[in-house]
């Protein structure tokens, strides 16, 4: 993978001040992305789905007892 110099500069100070490797905080950024993306999807198909059920935020709240 291939990273422009900028932003590879900065995950080579990141790692340096958490001491972590280059490998782990990229890895940790992706796997971020990908969780991040698959929520936005569900959140998008939901929102285009016409015969899915839309809840208020109170509706929503008193689901999870908050």
Request: net charge negative; aromatic share 8%; glycine share 4%.
């Amino acid at each position: 993978m291939r990273l422009p110099e900028e932003i590879l500069e900065e995950v080579e100070l990141l790692a340096k001040n958490l001491d972590r490797s280059k490998t782990y905080l990229i890895k940790q950024a992706i796997e971020i992305y990908l969780e991040e993306y698959a929520d936005y999807q569900i959140a998008l198909d939901r929102l285009n789905d016409k015969d899915d059920e839309i809840l208020t935020g109170k509706e929503l709240r008193d689901c999870f007892g908050d």
